[in-house]
């Protein structure tokens, strides 16, 4: 049994201690809990001035250019940003043989100056004075800076609101953080098989996470789990989340239901540059460059698309065959069809046919008419389960029978009862198959379901969970004891080839926020009423 520091008798007090009211111990113990996760929020000059100092890029988009060395090459900042040498914290990091100074506003502004590694003594630094360093890389005695630190040409405007940043940089944790805890948020969906699902995500989560603790948890802290059931509109939705991440100090996110919410809900993490470690999602926004603070374990529906059309391709390599696209008029079924051009579009397969169902028109016969019109090999289907059965059937009336692909996760599991003339020619797009999950990882996850009582209904959902978990655990980890937001990103930016044990290799970098890029092409056997695997791992160009 562990004893507290009064244990010990030789140590105790002669006389008992004076007791403490109730209502101010619940006060104390309140204070002690809270305290250490209240941080006070970056104003937005400050959130900006942190882009500058982290990035070396200007929020507006203006240029920020680095003037190096005694030559006065000119670079771009983002090479060189102020994090690079001087940390995210400000303290300075050795780096090739230099130890860049630290660049806190209190060691810059101490009132009796400081001395130097290189043994030469500076007066206290002034506003003016560290913009004329950052600028002219003179510094506050008016000496010469080491050549290594390069000098800054940057607009006013992000001239100070990096001054401003660098007033409160290595002075507090990250809202979510104490020397203690790290405050993990998950966003769940409401209402029946879609809250049923969550919930059951959630249970995995919170027994992973349990069983950290239990082992030490991540350099001496403690995960504590928080939850929203956000509404399920777009708007509504991302605004939950906003007030749920600034209202419960959440440090970072993960195994979250986007809801199709997936840009509103990336453009909150954005703007408070939270990240965000596996997402439930059918539509990752991914964008050019990508959010740097989203990060996606699978491809969405365009990804999976697209390989589909990359595995297609290569079966047709002599011949471009007469190809369609059956879609809807959402903007994710948009953007799948133009990853389907663009896959095609090398091979010759362009123009390819287009056929747009809107309020059910028109429907199968009328969309069968045309394939047969068209004397179509080829469809790619982008739309719901129940239509492509429909069609099939109407196919399979009028006797065609083309090559049908489908991105799996809008397939369902009664596409197996399609009709059997369809047998060995509908193909379907999985970014992960049951072959992905090792013996140890299952045997891992019995126990967990065991000792945890978790749910037997979703437990490929509870894989996706426990698999965004180990993601971030493991970023957590890399990152060290000086965690932070920033540091958390920059680290998941490394990750290489980490097996989670339930998923494809995960990989990650600067412009790559999709973990597993592709997906396994599976046949179905509508005789056997079974799907088989059909080649290798697909990336699409």
Same mark, same amino acid.
């Given at each position: 049994m562990l004893r507290g520091p009064d244990s010990n008798p030789e140590k105790r007090h002669k006389h008992p201690p004076r007791l403490l009211s109730p209502v101010l111990i619940t006060l104390l113990t309140?204070?002690?809990?809270?305290?250490?996760?209240?941080?006070?929020?970056?104003?937005?000059?400050?959130?900006?001035?942190?882009?500058?100092?982290?990035? *070396?890029?200007?929020?507006?988009?203006?240029?920020?250019?680095? #003037?190096?060395?005694?030559?006065?090459?000119? %670079?771009?900042?983002?090479?060189?940003?102020?994090?690079?040498? @001087?940390?995210?914290?400000?303290?300075?990091?050795?780096?090739?043989? #230099?130890?860049?100074?630290?660049? %806190?506003?209190?060691?810059?502004?101490?009132?009796? *100056?400081d001395t130097l590694s290189t043994g030469r003594n500076r007066v206290p630094y002034t506003e003016s004075a560290l913009k004329r360093a950052i600028a002219l890389g003179i510094d506050s005695a008016g000496n010469q800076?080491? $050549?290594? !630190?390069?000098?800054?040409?940057?607009?006013?405007?992000?001239? /100070?609101?990096?001054?401003?940043?660098?007033?409160?940089?290595?002075?507090?944790?990250?809202?979510?953080?104490?020397?203690?805890?790290?405050?993990?948020?998950? #966003?769940?969906?409401?209402?029946?098989?879609?809250?049923?699902m969550s919930r059951a995500a959630r249970e995995a989560l919170a027994a992973y996470f349990d069983e950290t603790n239990r082992q030490g948890g991540i350099h001496g802290r403690q995960i504590e789990l928080k939850s929203l059931d956000p509404p399920n509109t777009h708007e509504e939705r /991302?605004?939950?989340?906003?007030?749920?991440?600034?209202?419960?100090?959440?440090?970072?996110?993960?195994?979250?239901? !986007?809801?199709?919410?997936?840009?509103?809900?990336?453009?909150?993490?954005?703007?408070?540059?939270?990240?965000? $470690?596996?997402?439930?999602?059918?539509?990752? @926004?991914?964008?050019?460059?990508?959010?740097?603070?989203?990060?996606y374990l699978y491809s969405?529906?365009?990804?999976?698309?697209?390989?589909?059309?990359?595995?297609? #391709?290569?079966?047709?390599?002599?011949? /471009?065959?007469?190809?369609?696209?059956?879609r809807g008029d959402e903007t994710g079924a948009r953007e799948a069809a133009d990853a389907i051009r663009k896959q095609c579009r090398q091979p010759g397969w362009n123009p390819i046919t287009e056929i747009l169902i809107e309020r059910g028109e028109p429907g199968p016969g009328g969309v069968v008419e045309r394939l047969k019109r068209e004397e179509t090999e080829v469809v790619f289907f982008l739309g719901e389960s129940e239509l492509c059965r429909s069609i099939l059937k109407? /196919?399979?009336?009028? *006797?065609?029978?083309?090559?049908?692909?489908?991105?799996?996760?809008?397939?369902?599991?009664?596409?197996?009862?399609?009709?059997?003339?369809?047998?060995?020619?509908l193909f379907l797009s999985f970014p992960t198959i049951p072959s992905d999950q090792t013996a140890e990882a299952t045997a891992a996850y019995r126990r967990l379901a065991e000792a945890h009582h978790l749910s037997p209904d979703y437990v490929a959902t509870q894989f996706v969970a426990l698999s965004s978990a180990a993601?971030?655990?493991?970023?957590?980890?890399?990152? *060290?004891?000086?965690?932070?937001?920033?540091?958390?990103?920059?680290?998941?930016?490394?990750?290489?080839?980490?097996?989670?044990?339930?998923?494809?290799?995960? %990989?990650?970098g600067p412009n790559r926020r999709v973990g597993a890029v592709g997906c396994y092409i599976v046949g179905v056997d509508?005789?056997?009423r079974t799907f088989t695997r059909v080649g290798d791992w697909v990336e699409p160009k």
């Open positions: 309140a204070a002690v809990v809270s305290a250490p996760l209240q941080t006070q929020q970056l104003t937005p000059q400050e959130r900006r001035g942190k882009q500058v100092y982290t990035r *070396g890029i200007s929020p507006s988009g203006a240029d920020i250019t680095a #003037v190096l060395g005694k030559e006065g090459i000119s %670079t771009p900042a983002s090479i060189v940003a102020c994090a690079n040498c @001087h940390g995210l914290d400000g303290s300075g990091k050795q780096e090739g043989g #230099v130890r860049p100074p630290n660049i %806190t506003w209190e060691a810059l502004t101490k009132p009796y *100056g800076l080491h $050549v290594a !630190m390069p000098r800054y040409r940057m607009s006013y405007q992000d001239m /100070a609101d990096l001054i401003a940043y660098l007033r409160r940089v290595g002075k507090n944790l990250d809202p979510g953080l104490s020397d203690t805890t790290i405050r993990i948020g998950m #966003v769940l969906m409401s209402g029946g098989r879609p809250g049923e /991302a605004k939950a989340v906003r007030a749920f991440i600034e209202g419960q100090q959440i440090f970072a996110l993960t195994a979250s239901f !986007m809801a199709d919410a997936d840009k509103e809900i990336a453009a909150v993490l954005g703007e408070d540059e939270v990240p965000l $470690v596996g997402a439930f999602s059918l539509y990752p @926004h991914l964008g050019s460059p990508p959010n740097r603070y989203a990060f969405g529906i365009e990804q999976q698309a697209a390989a589909l059309a990359a595995f297609i #391709v290569q079966r047709y390599k002599l011949r /471009a065959p007469r190809a369609a696209i059956i109407e /196919a399979d009336k009028l *006797g065609i029978n083309p090559t049908i692909m489908m991105p799996g996760s809008a397939a369902g599991g009664d596409i197996v009862g399609a009709p059997e003339s369809f047998d060995g020619r993601v971030l655990v493991e970023g957590l980890k890399r990152s *060290g004891r000086d965690v932070s937001r920033e540091k958390l990103v920059g680290t998941l930016e490394g990750l290489y080839e980490f097996r989670t044990g339930f998923t494809p290799a995960v %990989t990650y509508l005789k056997a």
